[in-house]
């Protein structure tokens, strides 16, 4: 079983960045392809990043590409997501996903809020 769990949300005007963390338990973190999802207030969850076990292959929906950037440490079982140009649009809560095939993890989420 592997737990994560998300940091660094927050209240943030628009222009301004900020690093989302999520840190998993376990030691097979470096098997597992990582993503960024997010979900605002009366929408479903939607797709924001993704990355390769290896960090090499990265992944952006059109929205965010060019002001956001996923990472990871594999020696920290931590992967990251550095959000810079904040838009009020990117108010949500933001959930980290670890997955392999018949491996599906979720974080508890974090608030990000951008006021305009």
């Known amino acids: 079983q592997v737990q994560l769990v998300e940091s660094g949300g927050g209240l943030v005007q628009a222009g301004e960045s900020l690093r989302l963390s999520c840190t998993a338990s376990g030691r097979t973190f470096r098997s597992y392809v990582a993503g960024w999802f997010r979900q605002a207030p009366g929408k479903g969850r939607e797709f924001v990043a993704s990355t390769s076990p290896s960090g090499r292959i990265t992944s952006y929906a059109d929205s965010v590409k060019g002001r956001f950037t996923i990472s990871r440490d594999n020696a920290k079982d931590t992967a990251y997501l550095q959000m810079n140009n904040l838009k009020p649009e990117d108010t949500a809560v933001y959930y980290c996903?670890?997955?392999?095939?018949?491996?599906?993890?979720w974080g508890q989420g974090t608030q990000v809020t951008v006021s305009s």
């Open positions: 996903r670890l997955g392999r095939p018949g491996y599906d993890y």
